[in-house]
């Protein structure tokens, strides 16, 4: 048995309640929400809280919903109800295509997106998704709200701006007309973690022209989106060889470890062609919701 | 706040359901549910890992699955939990059940439970297709059938055995295919069939097996259980200058802590054989140089594993650092550090431990030098292979007590009677004094022929007079536990314009680790089946195992064949080339066939035979296979090329030098026959073998046998489930208890009819028939097994046979896989569009089964292609210590590989089978390395072929 050092438990209530004994346990309380990637690290002894704060039941951070301008997804949002989710299959297909790749059917039951986030795994998908789409996390604590772009959210690896009084509560993805979205991982098996993942959300104008383009890499040592690749898609009309100019740019712009899933040059390799494949894919995706706008071959 | 979160506060007691039963229960701070389940006695619920990745611990709660070892227990409040065993009983199981126990969808069984739940919940939810079963499943691993039976029996039907790859859309099958009796063999279920040899009756244990309720080795309660937990080196080399244990004694609910003070100071080797000269004498239970990371320090038993894990880290300890090695190659040169310079080459049975040489083999046939030189084409190449970890689901584990003055063990090994003589051994103890049994084993693939935790748990139990438990975690079977020796293999071969071989030149490296347990055994093993395949006229072989400062190697499937298989057939598929020969031709133009001798660096002795020939067979069913191809889809675009690769193997049928075993085969009440044999199940399917020989033998059905095995008190010796020995040994031996017995009863009823006992002269009047005997020429009634047995004890004749087999003559085996396979130059993806293997298993006893066997073995040797590898720092350090790390392959990863059975009959194998269980390995990696450079035209020679490793072939 591998064992967690010990620690006492709570249930929390509700959010306020939550925040409440986050405060009375001070320092090495943490929050448990799906508890897969929590309890792993306790029983392997890479985290050893001494309190675990369980906010599994806060069914009022579950929720998905379109609120005008924008989807709002609740912290405590299964891995499967986004997977599951028809709002999020339109609107964010790059969500969708994520989910797919994320671990199993099991750990999808009860992961949550907030976990995810808040892990900051450097392998975790949701985190590059969030980027990409810009998504705003909402952080609440002692002192109110709070409301951070993911470049502010996320630290770095294992890192994020969540205090140790306060809880990710929503994420909010802005909702843009005339985009598409796309994810795609290299496994070394299915269900893994990614040897390298890319994402990429673009939107195209009324005359094909792209008018925004984001990318963003998973598990290439890169915590930001590939900002250098908007430069060269803004105002082009998409073509292959846009594509491969800007697979190239993230290739050089990532900065991945060797290891047991692959050398570096390798990894390189797959920025390269997994950001030419989103990039495919996104267009073809937003063009679908622009009439008469076609990617050309080539 | 509800009342019940309150109540949890307060006294952290709460209630929920599991299997409608109502359930009070008071959490450990920290519990997870699977634990909670287990100490109330939920054994179904199964623990495979600790980190939500293998899938063994699922449970339903509230219709939803979950990993129950990453759940935590308090949350389960006011939940329905529904296990394996709340889906349906042994005579009333659940429509998924029944159909896992229909379509043999499992062969050890520890993945079974929690597959069985996940496969419910895909089930109950009409939104999840079973299309999609290669993902759905993602979440549990099965590291024995493959997945083609798990699939099957999922989705209800029986895949034949030319099924089509999952890659291929559509599941199209393959054209007709004749070959082989697996398709013609039609499935007789429980007591309805007679389940007689060369049929598929079900596995005995099966309707257990899928409800959870066939125990394995921890799922029993011992009441005052203790738990003993070791503190590992953090050094690869180091000698332990002092310790200091008294923080950790004092600890509350700590028992004993034992250091190398306490340690018994015979040498013995953790590998265990038939003879204990097999391996080099050189552990000891506590030693105080430490040799890998890892090895034990000291070891504590407390109430708890976590008191006993909490008090391991109060143990103060003083190293003195050593020099290391960890690079194999550097390991004998001069002046590099001495793992066991300590130590007697004699007394330890090492070939020279002043410069770290466990074993070595130097010898040649004819003239290699004369060989190349008449050859006109050569080809020559350095093949890598890496550690591999046995991955069993059940994890190396012993509960040890005391029974009156009689010490039990209670273990996961493969090898009881082995583990049994050698405990008594080393702890000088009287073998009647001591009993060691196995229940059913949840996987060993040769991880189980080890002796690791017994010895602790005998020094712990004798010292306390307590029960005791010793229990690896995940972590510690990638850290601590011997892996498949890393081999470095170098390959000349020649041959003549005809094709014609004129020499073989193999020199290998084994990296054995920090000891040397099957160091020899693996060497030798690995160098000769794979040399004497093949007809050349001058041969030379050198090798040698070496010690390391790195975790130990040791037995693994295959036992050192696969890696030098690898090579070899790789050498040969390149020589192919060179020549313009077809690559099943230059096999069929230079194997051995009967009558030809079979010569390593000499010839073999006489106890290795021709006992039955399938390999021409072997080689037309893959090829024609091949050759009509499957249908798969090739996967369009130009970055993907495609390719095809074969490769042969020969291995013998059992280890050299004897492996013995006794069977003893008793009438009982009721027409029922007990019979017992010491060998171990662990998911080889023996149990149900065993059956239907003694069935058949007994002109019975197999649900009138009952079976003891695997228990020193209650069965005869048997030397161990290795070296593929369950049928061709053990099985044998059952044969012959069971055919003595046959006859004994049929002088039995003679006698009880009046006439003599005499042997041979109107006994063969008599026939025995399922529920008794008549006489044939009189035509008379049935004389029924009980009125007999009656009689018999009445008149104190004995109805119970017992034979011994030997082992002392061995015989061969073949098989040939082949591969179709689609390479993508951008990523590398290795994509399976077809799976072929052809086996020379002998008769096979029970197709289905075998078939397993050689699903599993593929879908391993697959893993070791593909994926897996335990991966070092260069320091010793194992980096892959999680199952998240190490990849064991899934449903999704694998193809539905066509599985032939060439016709052949041996004259050695009981009702002429051969093993069949070892083999299947190893030709996979050779024949994918073979496809995959007829696709790409690079020879990939290190494995695994990871997409990594073949983009940088391509592109580096
Ligand atoms: C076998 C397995 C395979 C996996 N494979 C993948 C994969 O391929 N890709 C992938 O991206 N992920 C993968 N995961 C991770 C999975 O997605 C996790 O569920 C997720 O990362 C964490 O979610 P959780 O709700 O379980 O978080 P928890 O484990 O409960 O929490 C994680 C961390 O976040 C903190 N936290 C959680 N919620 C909040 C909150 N609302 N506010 C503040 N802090 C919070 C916790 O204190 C903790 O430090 C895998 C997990 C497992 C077990
Ligand atoms: S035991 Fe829970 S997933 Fe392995
Ligand atoms: S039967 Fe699946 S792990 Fe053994």
């Known amino acids: 048995m591998q064992i967690p050092a010990p620690f006492d438990y709570v249930r929390a209530s509700s959010v306020d309640n939550a925040l409440a004994l986050l405060d009375r346990h001070g320092a090495e309380s943490r929050v448990v929400a799906g508890g897969h990637s929590l309890l792993p690290m306790m029983k392997l002894r890479l985290a050893r809280p001494d309190w675990l704060i369980d906010i599994n039941d806060l069914y009022e951070l579950d929720y998905l919903l379109v609120d005008g301008p924008v989807l709002r997804i609740g912290a405590m949002t299964r891995h499967t109800t986004l997977l599951e989710s028809d709002d999020v299959r339109r609107l964010f297909p790059i969500i969708t295509d994520a989910e797919h790749v994320i671990a199993d059917p099991i750990v999808r039951n009860r992961g949550t997106i907030g976990g995810s986030l808040c892990q900051a795994d450097p392998a975790e998908d949701l985190s590059t ?57 290299v496994e070394r098996r299915v269900g893994d ?4 993942a890319a994402g990429a959300s673009v939107t195209l104008a009324a005359d094909g022209t792209i008018s925004k383009a984001t990318v963003g890499l998973t598990a290439v040592g890169l915590d930001r989106n590939v900002t250098e690749v908007e430069a060269v898609l803004v105002g082009q009309v998409p073509t292959e060889q846009l594509f491969a100019e800007a697979g190239q740019l993230a290739a050089d712009a990532c900065d991945p470890l060797a290891d047991q899933r692959g050398p570096i040059d390798y990894k390189r390799h797959l920025a390269d062609e997994l950001t030419r494949r989103v990039l495919r894919v996104a267009c073809s995706r937003a063009a679908a919701s622009v009439p008469d706008v076609t990617i050309q071959e080539g | 706040m509800t009342l019940e979160q309150a109540k949890i506060e307060e006294t952290g007691a709460m209630t929920f359901e599991v299997n409608g039963t109502r359930v009070e229960a008071t959490p450990a701070p920290g519990q997870c549910l699977r634990t909670l389940l287990r100490e109330h006695e939920h054994f ?38 529904t296990t394996a065993a709340g889906l349906g009983q042994p005579g009333n199981l659940a429509p998924i059940q029944q159909r896992f126990v229909d379509a043999s969808g499992f062969q050890c069984g520890f993945c079974t439970p929690g597959m069985i739940v996940t496969a419910a919940a895909i089930e109950a939810d009409a939104a999840l297709g079973v299309d999609d079963l290669p993902r759905l499943l993602k979440g549990n691993l099965c590291r024995c059938t493959g997945y083609r039976s798990i699939s099957d029996s999922i989705v209800g039907q029986h895949t034949p055995p030319d099924g089509s790859c999952h890659t291929a859309p559509g599941h199209e099958h393959a054209e007709a295919s004749s070959l082989g009796p697996v398709r013609a063999t039609g499935r007789t279920r429980g007591a309805r069939g007679a389940g007689l040899v060369g049929t598929s009756p079900g596995a005995i244990a099966g309707e257990r097996v899928v409800s959870g309720l066939e125990p394995y080795t921890l799922d029993v309660a011992i009441p005052g259980l203790l738990h003993l937990a070791v503190l590992g080196s953090p050094h690869a080399h180091a000698r332990i200058r002092s310790l200091n244990v008294a923080k950790a004694a004092a600890l509350p609910g700590v028992h004993r802590v034992f250091t190398h003070a306490d340690s018994p100071t015979t040498l013995f080797s953790t590998a265990r054989h038939e003879s204990r000269f097999d391996d080099p004498d050189d552990t000891l239970v506590f030693d105080q140089t430490l040799r890998f990371r890892g090895q034990r320090v000291a070891a504590v038993v407390a109430d708890s594993v976590a008191i006993a894990e909490a008090a391991c880290r109060l143990i103060d300890v003083e190293y003195e650092l050593r020099d290391a090695v960890f690079d194999p190659r550097l390991a004998g040169a001069p002046g590099a550090p001495l793992v066991h310079g300590d130590k007697d080459p004699v007394v330890s049975r090492l070939a020279d431990p002043t410069r770290n040489l466990v074993a070595e083999l130097h010898g040649e046939f004819g003239s290699v030098d004369e060989g190349l030189e008449m050859a006109t084409t050569i080809v020559s190449g350095r093949w890598q292979t890496q550690r591999i970890a046995h991955t069993h689901l059940e994890t190396h584990a012993t509960m040890g007590w005391l029974s009156g003055d009689r010490l039990v063990l209670r273990t996961s090994s493969q090898v009881p009677f082995l583990v049994q003589k050698e405990i008594c051994r080393l702890f000088d103890l009287d073998p009647a004094g001591v009993r060691v049994f196995t229940a059913r084993v949840g996987g060993g693939f040769g991880g189980k022929q080890e002796l690791l935790t017994e010895d602790l748990v005998t020094l712990a139990v004798l010292s306390t007079g307590r029960p005791v438990q010793y229990e690896f975690t995940r972590t510690d079977e990638f850290t601590i536990t011997p892996v498949r020796h890393p081999m470095t293999i170098d390959v000349t071969v020649g041959a003549q314009g005809d094709g014609r071989l004129t020499a073989l ?19 030798f093993h690995g160098t000769s089946e794979s040399v004497a395949l093949y007809n050349v006229p001058n041969k030379r072989v050198d090798a040698q195992s070496v010690y390391t400062n790195n975790p130990p190697s040791g037995a693994f499937r295959g036992y050192g064949l696969g890696q030098v298989i690898f090579a070899i057939e790789c050498a040969l598929d390149e020589l192919a080339r060179e020549l313009g020969v077809d690559p099943f031709e230059l096999r069929r133009l230079n194997s051995v066939r009967p009558g030809d001798p079979l010569v390593v660096t000499h010839e073999e002795g006489p106890d290795l035979i021709f006992g039955s020939y399938g390999l021409d067979q072997c080689l037309d069913l893959a090829e024609a296979a091949l050759k009509r191809g499957n249908r798969a889809v090739v996967p369009v675009g130009l970055q993907w090329r495609v390719g095809t690769g074969m490769a042969s193997s020969m291995i013998a049928t059992t280890p050299p030098r004897g492996h013995r075993s006794q069977a003893s085969v008793q009438l009982v009440a009721g027409g029922r026959y007990l019979v017992r044999v010491g060998t171990t199940e662990f998911g080889n399917g023996t149990t149900t073998v065993h059956a239907q020989i003694a069935a058949t033998a ?29 049928v061709v040994v053990a099985g044998k031996a059952v044969l012959a208890a069971a055919t003595a017995l046959a006859e004994t009863l049929v002088e039995v009823a003679s006698a009880w009819s009046g006439h003599g006992l005499t042997r041979g002269t109107d006994t063969g009047t008599w026939q025995l028939e399922h529920d008794g005997l008549r006489a044939v020429e009189s035509e008379s009634e049935l004389v029924s097994l009980d009125t007999l047995m009656h009689w018999a004890t009445a008149n104190d004749v004995g109805l119970t046979a017992v034979r011994r087999e030997d082992g002392a003559l061995r015989s061969l085996a073949f098989n040939v896989h082949a591969f179709r396979v689609a390479v993508n130059t951008a990523t590398g993806e290795v994509r399976i569009l077809q799976s072929v293997q052809a086996a020379d298993a002998g008769f096979v006893v029970n197709p289905e089964q075998c078939r397993g066997q050689i699903e599993g073995g593929v879908a391993q040797a697959l893993g070791t292609a593909l994926f897996e590898e335990v991966v070092l720092d260069g320091a010793g350090a194992v980096t892959t210590r999680v199952l998240r790390n190490y990849h064991v392959p899934q449903l999704v990863d ?52 990871s997409p990594d490793r073949i983009w940088r072939l391509l592109h580096g």
């Open chain 1, 193 to 196: 973690w990614a040897v390298a």
């Open chain 2, 44 to 81: 179904e619920v199964k623990k495979g890992c600790d980190t939500g990745d293998c899938g063994a611990c699922t449970v339903q709660i509230d219709g939803t699955p979950v990993h129950s070892c990453i759940y935590p227990a308090h949350r389960a409040v006011g939940k329905q939990i």
């Open chain 1, 129 to 185: 998704v969030c980027h990409v789409l810009d998504a705003v996390a909402v952080v609440r604590g002692p002192a109110g709200e709070r409301m951070l772009s993911m470049a502010e959210f996320h630290r770095g690896p294992y890192e994020t701006a969540v205090a140790q009084n306060e809880l990710l509560i929503e994420v909010r993805v802005p909702i843009r007309a005339g985009s598409g979205s796309a994810y795609e991982k």
């Open chain 2, 505 to 523: 030149k193999l020199g290998v490296l084994a990296d054995t680790g920090a000891y040397g347990n099957h160091a020899p055994g693996v060497m």
């Open chain 2, 894 to 945: 694998l193809p539905v590989t066509e599985v032939y059975f060439a016709q052949s009959h041996d004259v050695l194998g009981p009702y002429g089978a051969k093993s069949m269980s070892e083999s299947t390995y190893n030709p996979v990696a050779p024949a994918l390395a073979n496809a995959i450079r007829d696709a790409i035209g690079i020879r990939p020679t290190e494995l695994p072929m």
């Open chain 2, 698 to 726: 007994l002109h019975t059905s197999v649900d009138r046998i009952d079976l003891l095995h695997s228990d020193t008190d209650s069965a005869g010796y048997d030397s161990g489930a290795f070296g593929s020995a369950g």
